[in-house]
């Protein structure tokens, strides 16, 4: 008889709070958000067509199949890369605009400039879904064929001859600093916009050498026009397994490499990031997906929140303490 003067709201009000906070009645899933509900926006770096834009694509594509919303990829050019970060650092934590992260705006610019961000306090990192290491070629007219013979030919001409590279400060510039500070050569860099364009010239002959991305420079190589004479990471490159590594050919523990994730502004509900870190943590154990990284010379990681965060801790304190050791400021 009671029942009688309770209004169907208020049943209903009282019974949904009991389900909310009933142990193993779905308490946890009630806290988490129904996201994403609209479309989603990757503000990616660089230019579209470009190596690191691809993958972009390729995981916004991925992600817009498995939440059933679309990844749409913004380009935002400038700064090699900082006008991308600033723009998402200052969006709101909504889990709507993610960053497109990659190496040199995270962890190399804020050691080479000022930067209107903090890598470490203003973003989430969710996943890094690849790593790319780079490769040494030459022209191929250029005499060398080993790192050795480069050394020597270059040690030969001090100061006459000039490396090409991505842009003033990119992974491109700062590996080749660092491996002629230590094999104690001295080239001078051509700066471009872009990697491709860099690679142009090298194979027109402009520039007689660059690192160059892998995905780049395979073709070139395949057609004759450069030659490979060693990759920058630890290890070889399941893309150009015959060639050494700049570590094995006279110069241990040199390794360096560029990563492509994804990563929120500061704030952005951890219910979000985890959701995002699963789903790319699916996607490079997928072989079709896995395929087109390896198309693109990348090495898929997926890697934890967690992990990315320590990645990123670390890395800045390497670079920072590299672009110290070779005097380097813009």
Known sequence: MLLRNIS??????????????????????????????????????????????????????????????????????????AIAADAVARSPADGYTLLWGVTPPITINPALTKVSYDPIKDFAPISVVGVNG??????????????????????????KLAYAEGSAGSLTHLIMALFLKRAGLDMTNVSYRGNAPALTDVVAGHLPTMFSNISDAIPQAAAGAVRL??????????????????????????????????????????????????EIGRAVKDAQFVAKLDQMGADPLGNTPDEFSAMIAAETALWAETVKSLGLKF
Do not use: C
């Open 8 to 81: 169907m709201a208020t049943v209903i009000a009282t019974v949904v709070g009991l389900l909310a906070v009933a142990p193993g009645t779905g308490g946890a899933q009630a806290q988490v958000p129904n996201w994403p509900q609209r479309p989603v926006r990757i503000i990616a770096p660089y230019a579209a067509g470009g190596n690191s834009d691809v993958i972009t694509r390729l995981t916004a594509q991925r992600l817009t199949e498995a939440f059933g919303q679309t990844f749409v990829v913004e380009n935002r050019l400038g700064g090699n890369g």
């Open 229 to 278: 004479l060693a990759v920058s990471s630890r290890n070889r490159s399941p893309q150009i397994p015959d060639v050494p590594t700049v570590a094995e050919s006279g110069f241990p523990g040199f390794d360096v490499l560029t990563w492509n994730g994804l990563m929120a502004p500061a704030g952005t509900p951890k219910e979000i990031v985890d959701k995002l870190a699963a």
């Open 134 to 159: 780079f490769v040494l070629v030459v022209n191929k007219s250029f005499p060398p064929k080993t790192v050795a013979e480069f050394i020597s030919h270059v040690r030969a001409q001090p100061s």
